[in-house]
């Protein structure tokens, strides 16, 4: 099946894709990747009238340290992501779920921006924004904002970004003193969407575990933090197993026609106990 009709622009500054959004409204979309939006307009599950290609506009694929913060570029493709070294210094997390996304080819393509935007709930770059306390840059012809990563996904393929929004940058804390990180997913074939993800960012002080930031994705309609979920513990063995237990008692699971409820719990406990080892071999 072929797209329906649409117009098409490619400015090459923010200030004119600003305007070109601010002018054609919720009929416009922005195109970089194209990886998501391209096979949806195919199938005519989405039918913009207009698209507006933003792979000319300059500075939107730049990763950059600013004080205590990496700020990644909203074009940043998914495979520069999982190679950079500011990315693997400073927020090794992100390297990584970047670089297990989908196949060779989506990697070259794909982009950070357009991951974030597109919202499924299944994805890695969301889950991991969400994990690390990430912040989404969202400029429009009024200025500038900043929102949350745990505020800006509302649904299901739907974020609180507006019409005539544009996402610029992401930008994330720095990897903590002390800080380990794991990143666990399921799927049924490599390069398939995961049934379940779940990334944790432990800290340890003087031998103990005193924060743990950890999230699961692919279970709900968004990412979900579930730190509340964790208590302070040493790190061994069998505090991973506590902790993943609770994570998984705690994590809201939807319905799924093909997927029982009690196996995702199950899956959600295997990944978290991963990733907590993985994180915890990672401080040594």
């Known amino acids: 099946m072929k797209p329906a009709r649409f117009s098409y622009e490619a400015p090459t500054t923010i200030a004119d894709t600003l305007g070109a959004l601010a002018s054609r409204g919720a009929d416009a979309k922005i195109i970089a990747g194209g990886q998501s939006l391209a ?20 500075g939107l694929d730049q990763i950059r340290l600013e004080g205590d913060h990496l700020v990644c570029g909203a074009l940043m493709r998914h495979a520069d992501l999982a190679r950079h070294v ?23 393509r794909g982009t950070l921006g357009g991951s974030l935007a597109h919202a499924d709930p299944a994805a890695q770059l969301p889950l991991a924004a969400v994990a690390l306390d990430a912040k989404i840059e969202i400029a ?23 019409p005539h929004e544009l996402i610029v940058a992401l930008h994330l804390p720095v990897a903590r003193l002390g800080e380990g990180w794991g ?27 005193e924060a743990v930031r950890l999230a699961v994705g692919g279970v709900a309609s968004t990412p979900v933090r579930l730190d509340h979920a964790i208590e302070p513990g ?10 993943a237990r609770a994570v998984a008692a705690a994590a809201p699971i939807d319905a799924h026609e093909r997927i029982s409820v009690e196996y995702r719990r199950e899956l959600v406990e295997t990944l978290a106990h991963r990733a907590l080892t993985e994180a915890i071999e990672s401080m040594t």
């Not at 096979?39 to 300059?58: E, F, W």
């Not at 500011?86 to 080819?105: F, N, Q, R, S």
């Not at 040493?234 to 902790?243: K, L, N």
């Open 234 to 243: 040493a790190g061994d063995a069998a505090w991973i197993e506590r902790v």
């Open 183 to 209: 990143f666990q997913l399921f799927t049924r074939r490599a390069g398939d969407f995961a049934l379940a993800l779940v990334a944790c960012t432990p800290v340890r002080t003087a031998k103990h575990i």
């Open 86 to 108: 500011l990315a693997w210094t400073h927020a090794p997390m992100l390297a990584y779920a970047a670089g297990t996304i989908g196949h060779y080819a989506i990697r070259q």
């Open 140 to 162: 429009s012809s009024g200025g500038r904002r900043l929102v949350a990563a745990t505020e800006f996904f509302a649904s299901i393929f739907t974020t609180v970004l507006a």
């Open 39 to 58: 096979p949806m307009m195919n199938m005519r599950i989405a039918q913009p009238g207009h698209l507006i290609d933003i792979n000319r506009v300059a």
